[in-house]
């Protein structure tokens, strides 16, 4: 079945970096479009970074991350990162890796990322 498990969370302070992963299994990791999506207690899971599929990749950042996130993916490993540097506070939440296949969305259980100082 479909798995993804994410790691490399934790806590840093304002201004650090940390480098999310995320392990996929249960599917053919090169097909797909991956996501990571990020929540805080009481809000709505936030789309922060997409790269797609196949030859080409592109990617896709929401405003308040651009420039400072990184997605990539190594297909070798079916692997998926989030790099992230000059964190900033209001970036603390849970982060979650997610796939769609086949009109059903796949996620992980998330690790929570923490910026303060």
């Known amino acids: 079945q479909v798995r993804l498990v994410e790691s490399g969370g934790g806590f840093v302070q304002p201004g650090g970096s940390l480098r999310l992963s995320c392990a996929a299994s249960g599917f053919t990791f090169s097909m797909y479009s991956m996501r990571w999506y990020r929540q805080t207690p009481g809000t709505e899971r936030e789309l922060v970074a997409f790269i797609s599929s196949g030859l080409g990749t592109t990617t896709n950042y929401v405003d308040s991350v651009r420039g400072r996130f990184t997605i990539s993916k190594d297909e070798a490993k079916n692997t998926v990162y989030l790099q992230m540097n000059s964190l900033k506070p209001e970036d603390t939440a849970v982060y979650y890796c997610?796939?769609?296949?086949?009109?059903?969305?796949?996620w992980g259980r998330g690790t929570q990322v923490s910026v303060s100082s």
């Open positions: 997610n796939t769609w296949i086949a009109a059903t969305g796949y």
